[in-house]
C-alpha cells in the first residue's frame, strides 16, 4: 500500500516541474510593469513596452490557469505501466467528459445538490471554468482523483484483446469507453459531496490562520521529514497548488496579488499570513550550506577535496533551483538522526521568520522563487522584510554547522571523507571501473539505464517504474535479484533504499532522461545473455 501511495506522490512531481519557470516568467513580468522599478511612462497602457511585456505575463499564466487540466494529463507519466502518451489522452477526454456532466447534472439538477449553477465563475461562488466548461472548483484534488481513476482502468483495460469484429475499440478506445460510464457516478457523487468538502476546506483555511506559528512549524517539518519517504508532495501540494490554505493556491495567489502586495507599505503578514506555509524553501537556501559546510569540515584533511567536489554541486543545486535530495540523500543513509534534526531546524527557522513578519511564496530556490517573485519585486517596500529574513536565514546557516558538526563528532558518524569509513565518494575511476559488458559510458543515460537494468535483475524483474525529482521509484518481482548497493553507486547513483519489493535508486536530476532509457530498454528483447554485474564491477 505504502508503494503505491509513493508512486502516486513522485507522479504528482511531473506536473509541478512546470510551474517553476512559469513562476519566474510571471513575477519577472509583473516586476516590470510596476511603475515602482520602470516608471510610470513604461508602465502606460499604450505603451509598447508595457504592452509586449503584458503580452509575456500572459504566456506565463498559462500554467497556472490551467493547473487542474496540467496535473490530470500529467499525473499518467508517471502512473501509468505502459504506453503513457495513450493514457494521457485518455484521462484528457475522460476529464473532460467528467466536468461536462457535472455541468449538465447542475444545470438541471443544481437545486437538488444546493448548488447554483446560473452564477459567475469567480471566487468564492465555489464554480470555476475548465476549458471553457463551467464545472465545480475541485482544484487539483479533483484532477488527482479522476486522473487516478482513469489511469487505473488503462492499467487494466488497454492490453484486453477484444473479439475481431470490436478490434476498433482496443486500447486507448476501450479505456476511454469504460471511463465514460464510470465519469457518470463520479460526477454524480461530486456534485453530492463537493459542496460539503469546500465547506470543510474553509473551515481549514480559518483553522491554520488561526493556528499561527505552530501551524506553520508543523507544516514546515511534515515537509521535510516525510522526503525520504516520497510522502511530502501530499503535505506541500494542497497547500502550495491546491486550496488548503488559501482558494487557489499560495503560488497562484501570491502571483496574482504580487503587484499590489509590492506597492503596499503595509507588512506582508498583515497582507497575506498564509503566506507563512510557502516558507520551506529556506531550508534549501540557508540550511544547505551549513549542512555542505559540516560534512566538508568533518572530513578527514585528505578527503576534503574529494568531498568538496561532491558537495558543491548538490549544494548549488539546492539553493539556487530548490532540489534538496542529492544532498540530503548523502547524509540520510549514513545517519537517519542527521535527517531528523535537519527537519526540526527546518521547521525552526520557517517558524522564526514567520514570528518576524517573512511570509511569500519561498517553496524553491534563489532562481526560481527567492529572486524574481519575492526579493526583488518586495524590495522597494518591504527592503526590511528581506533582509530580517537573509539575517535570520545566515543565523541559522551557521547553526546547522554547529549542530551537523557537533552530531557528527560526538557519535562518530561515518559521514563522505571521514577517517576509517565504508562511505566513499565516486569518481570517474569508478565509473570506468563499472564498464566492462554493461556500457560503454557509463555517466551517460542510455549507458546508466543500462547498468541499472542489469543490476535490477533484469526486465523481467520490474514490475512497474517511476520517478520523482532525482530517484527512480521501482516495484519489483523479487528483491533477492538485484545486485548490491556498491553496483548501483558504482554506476553513478548517489544512494539506494530498500522496503519490501519496492526500491529507489538516487540519480540525479537527469533522472527522466534514464528512465525513458530504461523503459525503452525494458521493451527491446535482449538477444544476448546479462553477465553478472560483479564483474563489471570487480
Known amino acids: 500500500m505504502l508503494s503505491q501511495i509513493q508512486r502516486f506522490g513522485g507522479a504528482m512531481f511531473t506536473p509541478v516541474l512546470l510551474f517553476p519557470f512559469a513562476g519566474m516568467v510571471v513575477g519577472i513580468a509583473i516586476m516590470l510593469q510596476n511603475p515602482l522599478f520602470v516608471g510610470e511612462a513604461f508602465t502606460a497602457p499604450d505603451n509598447l513596452f508595457a504592452q509586449i511585456v503584458h503580452i509575456i505575463e500572459e504566456g506565463g499564466w498559462a500554467a497556472f490557469?490551467?493547473?487542474?487540466?496540467?496535473?490530470?494529463?500529467?499525473?499518467?507519466?508517471?502512473?501509468?505501466?505502459?504506453?503513457?502518451?495513450?493514457?494521457?489522452?485518455?484521462?484528457?477526454?475522460?476529464?473532460?467528459?467528467?466536468?461536462?456532466?457535472i455541468n449538465a447534472m447542475g444545470m438541471t439538477w443544481g437545486h437538488f445538490f444546493g448548488v447554483n449553477f446560473t452564477a459567475d465563475p469567480v471566487a468564492g461562488s465555489g464554480l470555476t471554468?475548465?476549458?471553457?466548461?463551467?464545472?465545480?472548483?475541485?482544484?487539483?484534488?479533483?484532477?488527482?482523483?479522476?486522473?487516478?481513476?482513469?489511469?487505473?482502468?488503462?492499467?487494466?483495460y488497454y492490453a484486453k484483446s477484444l473479439p475481431v469484429f470490436l478490434g476498433i475499440f482496443q486500447g486507448t478506445s476501450f479505456v476511454v469507453i469504460i471511463a465514460f460510464f464510470v465519469m457518470i457516478p463520479c460526477a454524480w457523487l461530486t456534485l453530492l459531496g463537493w459542496p460539503k468538502v469546500q465547506m470543510g476546506i474553509e473551515s481549514l483555511q480559518a483553522f491554520l490562520r488561526s493556528a499561527g506559528a505552530l501551524g506553520v512549524w508543523v507544516y514546515t517539518f511534515l515537509e521535510r521529514i516525510l522526503i525520504p519517504t516520497g510522502l511530502h508532495h501530499f503535505v506541500y501540494g494542497p497547500f502550495i497548488f491546491g486550496p488548503a490554505a488559501v482558494e487557489g493556491g499560495i503560488q497562484v495567489y501570491w502571483a496574482q496579488h504580487l503587484q499590489e502586495f509590492s506597492q503596499s507599505t503595509a507588512p506582508l503578514k498583515s497582507l497575506f499570513p498564509e503566506g507563512g506555509f510557502a516558507l520551506h524553501g529556506?531550508?534549501?537556501?540557508?540550511?544547505?550550506?551549513?549542512?555542505?559546510?559540516?560534512?566538508?569540515?568533518?572530513?578527514?584533511?585528505?578527503?576534503?577535496?574529494?568531498?568538496?567536489?561532491?558537495?558543491?554541486?548538490?549544494?548549488?543545486?539546492?539553493?539556487?533551483?530548490?532540489?534538496?535530495?542529492?544532498?540530503?540523500?548523502?547524509?540520510?543513509?549514513?545517519?537517519?538522526?542527521?535527517?531528523?534534526?535537519h527537519a526540526v531546524l527546518a521547521a525552526t527557522m520557517a517558524t522564526l521568520m514567520y514570528i518576524f513578519g517573512v511570509v511569500g511564496n519561498m517553496g524553491g530556490g534563489l532562481l526560481d522563487q527567492f529572486l524574481p517573485q519575492n526579493w526583488i519585486p518586495m524590495f522597494h517596500n518591504h527592503a526590511g522584510m528581506?533582509?530580517?529574513?537573509?539575517?535570520?536565514?545566515?543565523?541559522?546557516?551557521?547553526?546547522?554547522?554547529?549542530?551537523?558538526?557537533?552530531?557528527?563528532?560526538r557519535f562518530d558518524l561515518k559521514t563522505p571523507g571521514r577517517a576509517e569509513s565504508d562511505i566513499r565518494l565516486y569518481s570517474k575511476a569508478d565509473y570506468r571501473a563499472a564498464r566492462g559488458q554493461t556500457t560503454a559510458a557509463a555517466h551517460s543515460a542510455a549507458g546508466q539505464a543500462a547498468g541499472f537494468l542489469q543490476a535490477l535483475g533484469g526486465a523481467e524483474n520490474i514490475e512497474s517504474i517511476n520517478n520523482c525529482a532525482t530517484r527512480l521509484r521501482i516495484t519489483l518481482v523479487d528483491m533477492a535479484k538485484t545486485q548490491s548497493d556498491d553496483v548501483f553507486k558504482a554506476l553513478g547513483a548517489h544512494g539506494v533504499v530498500r522496503r519490501g519489493n519496492g526500491i529507489q535508486v538516487i540519480v540525479g536530476l537527469h533522472v527522466p532522461q534514464v528512465r525513458d532509457q530504461l523503459e525503452s530498454l525494458m521493451k527491446t528483447p535482449s538477444t544476448t545473455p546479462l553477465s553478472p554485474m560483479t564483474e563489471a564491477v570487480s
Open 65 to 101: 490557469r490551467n493547473m487542474p487540466l496540467i496535473f490530470a494529463v500529467g499525473l499518467p507519466i508517471g502512473l501509468a505501466r505502459e504506453a503513457q502518451g495513450r493514457a494521457c489522452l485518455a484521462v484528457l477526454i475522460s476529464f473532460l467528459t467528467w466536468n461536462y456532466f
Open 129 to 156: 471554468l475548465i476549458a471553457g466548461i463551467k464545472t465545480l472548483d475541485t482544484s487539483i484534488i479533483g484532477a488527482i482523483v479522476i486522473s487516478g481513476i482513469v489511469t487505473a482502468i488503462h492499467n487494466r
Open 282 to 341: 529556506n531550508s534549501k537556501v540557508f540550511g544547505s550550506v551549513g549542512i555542505a559546510l559540516a560534512l566538508w569540515y568533518t572530513a578527514a584533511p585528505e578527503n576534503r577535496v574529494k568531498v568538496a567536489g561532491l558537495l558543491i554541486p548538490a549544494t548549488l543545486t539546492a539553493v539556487l533551483v530548490g532540489i534538496t535530495e542529492p544532498l540530503e540523500f548523502t547524509f540520510l543513509f549514513i545517519s537517519p538522526l542527521l535527517f531528523a534534526v
Open 386 to 409: 528581506v533582509f530580517t529574513q537573509i539575517g535570520i536565514g545566515c543565523g541559522f546557516t551557521a547553526l546547522y554547522f554547529i549542530v551537523f558538526r557537533a552530531l557528527i563528532l
